[in-house]
């Protein structure tokens, strides 16, 4: 890959990067002295976060220094995802409940759909929620396989199967471009381990909503956007695919859009790219996302739902609801009501710009900050991704008496005897995480430099995207994957300034590419 060092490439990577490290090294230092602040939806083993960070950092040390000491048994190695999967399906047909809230809402439709009863369709949610159309119209067809396989009653844990599978694919992506970037078979590994702890033991796979199954769309283009070929066809062919994977996962969660931004602005400002070539890419980019967007609106519009226009909810509700004070720009019932209370759609924006608008006005310059500090903590303070904190999480528990199932309702539910094991383990990792991606601010290699811009971009858009509407932990789940690989490749780069060190000659070679094992 080639780094176009012109006059705007150079400044515009000085100004990311400066403004990447002053987001997520305030997000940080928020982090750490959380423990002062009082916010809406606070976990409390997040106090602790001085702990969990110096634990975590002993235990990467630890881990690194095991990892250089063993040979990996390749063939093993290549069966781990399997091996994961069957034993993540396990653990799920142990665990997994009925929850109540959008994802319930989702699942019922689709059900009903899958079976044409039309007239059950819930027409006043999608007209709300027109976002949710696509992904709905998925699970009925999963549900319409499960009925086909004679499994119609186990329909929901089919699809937990499935998000089960993009789990696991996820990690073989993060494990495919970290070794891609860094050209380095151990910290290949540590982001494989990664992911393991943060997402394949989290529970969030057995919730049918699109942030699980929305959960490989962004690590998917970023492995489409590395895995660049010699031949120019394939070329033309790759970034047709990321046109098509980024509208299709925008149609199942719109803010997987943010890569795709970044995309752009690398093509348009740091990637050196000919006139003629551009044109062509542009073309290929325009094409595509007009046919993958004219399949999806298709889809939508023959599911089988009768919509009011009117009372779709715009972003203008999700700002206004970002700006209060009751749940600190998180979900609020007042705000919700109130907006659905206006029938006209035209006068529902109108009226939400406005209370926005007074709210600002209230809150002035130092209660702004103040109210977006709190929010940045919601959004980011929470490993856990803010498991269990929607709605009626647990609406309605299955019966299990196996071991298994005891263990894992112990670390996963609410009421569990060991869930501070799994917020601990999960808050352990997650600050180390952000303490990691910061390293990448020192990285000077051209090569994959403008990968590295590209990964800044995102993260900066899905900070600004949290702290513009309402907030949620559960938001930045989907972009988990890139934030692992980030932080790996700050891991690299730290490596590579203390590798001349005589106390660290312990990780010499982590710092460096073409390390095999």
């Not at 997520?24 to 009082?38: E, G, H, K, N």
Request: net charge positive.
């Amino acid at each position: 890959m080639l780094y176009k060092n012109d006059f705007i490439s150079k400044w515009t990577t000085y100004f990311l990067k400066f403004l990447f490290f002053s987001i997520y090294f305030t997000v940080l230092l928020l982090c750490l002295f959380s423990f002062r602040i009082d916010y809406a939806y606070k976990l409390g083993i997040s106090n602790y976060n001085f702990i969990w960070l110096t634990f975590g950092m002993m235990s990467l040390v630890l881990g690194i220094i095991v990892l250089k000491n063993i040979k990996i048994n390749k063939k093993l190695f290549k069966l781990l995802p399997l091996i994961l999967l069957l034993f993540q399906l396990v653990l799920l047909s142990s665990y997994y409940f009925i929850t109540n809230w959008d994802a319930l809402e989702i699942f019922n439709n689709a059900f009903e759909l899958a079976n044409k009863n039309f007239s059950n369709l819930n027409n006043d949610y999608y007209s709300m929620y027109p976002n949710n159309i696509f992904i709905t119209v998925i699970y009925s067809k999963l549900i319409e396989w499960a009925t086909f396989f004679g499994h119609s009653d186990d329909s929901l844990f089919f699809i937990l199967s499935i998000q089960s599978i993009i789990n696991v694919i996820t990690g073989i992506l993060i494990y495919i471009v970290t070794k891609k970037l860094t050209q380095n078979q151990m910290l290949s590994c540590i982001a494989y381990l990664f992911y393991i702890i943060l997402l394949w033991f989290s529970p969030w796979t057995s919730i049918p909503y699109s942030d699980s199954f929305g959960l490989f769309f962004p690590i998917l283009m970023l492995y489409l956007y590395v895995m660049e070929s010699s031949n120019v066809f394939l070329n033309y062919l790759r970034v047709a695919f990321i046109v098509f994977v980024s509208i299709i996962g925008y149609a199942i969660k719109p803010h997987s859009i943010i890569l795709a931004i970044g995309l752009v602005i690398i093509t348009l400002f740091v990637k050196n790219i000919k006139f003629s070539k551009l044109l062509l890419i542009i073309g290929i980019i325009v094409v595509t996302a007009f046919s993958t967007r004219f399949l999806v609106t298709s889809v939508n519009n023959n599911a089988g739902f009768s919509l009011n226009p009117e009372a779709e909810m715009t972003y203008h509700h999700f700002f206004k609801m970002g700006l209060n004070t009751v749940t600190d720009g998180g979900y609020s019932a007042k705000d919700f009501y109130e907006s659905t209370g206006i029938k006209n759609k035209n006068e529902r924006q109108k009226n939400d710009i406005a209370i926005a608008k007074e709210r600002i006005r209230v809150f002035g310059v130092w209660g702004l900050v103040k109210h977006q500090i709190k929010k940045t903590l919601n959004n980011f303070n929470d490993g856990t991704f803010a498991w269990g904190r929607e709605g009626s999480f647990f609406f309605e528990i299955f019966e299990n008496d196996s071991f298994i199932a005891m263990l894992t309702r112990n670390l996963y539910y609410d009421t569990g005897q060991y869930r501070h094991i799994f917020e601990g383990i999960t808050q352990t990792l997650w600050i180390v995480i952000l303490v990691l991606i910061l390293g990448t601010v020192f990285y000077n290699t051209n090569e994959n430099k403008e990968v590295v811009i590209l990964l800044w971009i995102t993260l900066i858009g899905v900070f600004l995207f949290e702290s513009l509407f309402e907030s949620r932990a559960r938001y930045i789940y989907t972009y988990s994957p890139l934030f692992i690989v980030l932080s790996v490749i700050g891991l690299q780069t730290i490596f590579q300034k203390l590798d001349k060190f005589p106390l660290l000659v312990k990780f010499r070679g982590l710092g460096e590419k073409n390390e095999q094992k």
